[in-house]
């Protein structure tokens, strides 16, 4: 992966910019460097420093994240910051009746392993994040989601995906809980019946950083070899 | 959102590199402006040269999309480049049918614009790349998905951001189709039956280079507000 810089100059011979706008930036090969370096190092976070977030962050990295391309330009995502300790504490009492569930539903050595895996950081994260999909936005007026309804969702799910790269790169970690019951989540934070819960994030500053998968590095799965098939 | 760097000190005292393993990149200013231009950059592309792209870029954008975070680190992505101009035109043959049918549903001057709009270019796109979701991988046992198990998709999309992200900063445009029949298109590609469609992507150089979305430029959908609501 060092020297994988494509052909700048054709590049340039290829393309006009729009007739009116400002230029686009010359993203170099030391970006492109700590770019990829950035993907390597955006890992799912679940133990989480007491450091404080700077208050503005969150603003920040939502502006950030709506910076995605959406489904129909729908822009259906919906940010909830959960300061609440009451609410959050009803959100950890879901996520430990879910975990225990999972738990239960696994066997002798994998129960063992599981029971010991570190899932979520959601008591010591700073910042509790919910982001929802709208799925009855009328933004976008239902273009090009006729026959793929479930690209509003993934629209929100891309957004969430800029909002950890531009957290990782901030030096932020950001941990996707998935183990919890969406419905209940949804009327824990008391949203409006069309809001559809995409996840539920911790951010905070993380504890450690690794560079291998917490599920990797404690022996639950290993890294596959990419599938790229051709037709 | 110029001066929006989070104060790195208390980061470095916070923080403990994990026991072992190289350490982490330090992401600069100069580095986070350039982030922050890309998200505005990465919009979807559907106007795209002739020109070609050098053949190793798909590998090299795949394995970047390949370290994307996944739930229960189950990495269920699957690509697959269409290079066939035979399976390309009944790719292409769907998504006239099923634009047909959007266009359809429109009334009056709705229609009007919607036919107007470029919606695809997969006629000129040198790369058509779909990403499958393979919903009955085994990878990850289960973890993480008992509850929402639409995030294995999700973790899909995360990729694809990645990809998208990737590709921008090497001058390439990433347009998503979605305008497409996806059991349709897992049959004309002869996919294994638990490989879900997530994305039909075309990739290649751009015409050109826009900072507003193509929905927003021709008068669809203008930007809207973030909303970050607190509870």
Same mark, same amino acid.
């Given at each position: 992966m060092k020297n994988r810089l494509l052909p700048r100059d054709a590049l340039i011979c290829a393309m006009t910019r729009g007739a009116e706008g400002p230029e686009p930036p010359r993203f170099d090969a030391d970006f492109l460097n700590l770019l990829d370096e950035l993907f390597r190092w955006r890992r799912d976070v679940r133990r989480f420093s007491a450091a404080p977030v700077d208050g503005a962050a969150l603003d920040e990295l939502v502006a950030l994240a709506a910076l995605a391309p959406s489904v129909g330009h729908s822009q259906p995502w919906r940010f909830v910051a959960v300061e609440s300790e009451a609410l959050r504490k009803e959100v950890i009492a879901d996520f430990e009746r879910c975990n225990a569930a999972a738990l239960a539903s696994y066997e002798s050595e994998m129960a063992a392993l599981y029971a010991r895996l570190?899932?979520?950081g959601l008591r010591e994260a700073p910042i509790h994040l919910a982001v929802f999909c709208d799925?009855? !936005?009328?933004?976008?007026?239902?273009l090009g989601r006729? !026959?793929?309804?479930e690209t509003l969702c993934y629209s929100v799910v891309g957004a969430i995906q800029n909002l950890a790269l531009a957290a990782r790169a901030r030096g932020l970690g950001v941990g996707w809980v998935s183990i919890l019951d969406p419905l209940k989540i949804a009327a824990i934070l008391d949203v409006p019946g069309a809001w559809r819960l995409v996840a539920y994030l911790c951010i905070g500053y993380p504890q450690e950083e690794h560079l291998d998968p917490e599920l990797e590095r404690h022996g639950w799965q290993a890294r596959l070899p990419g599938i790229l098939q051709r037709r």
């Open positions: 570190k899932l979520a799925i009855e !936005t009328q933004a976008g007026r239902g006729a !026959t793929m309804p």
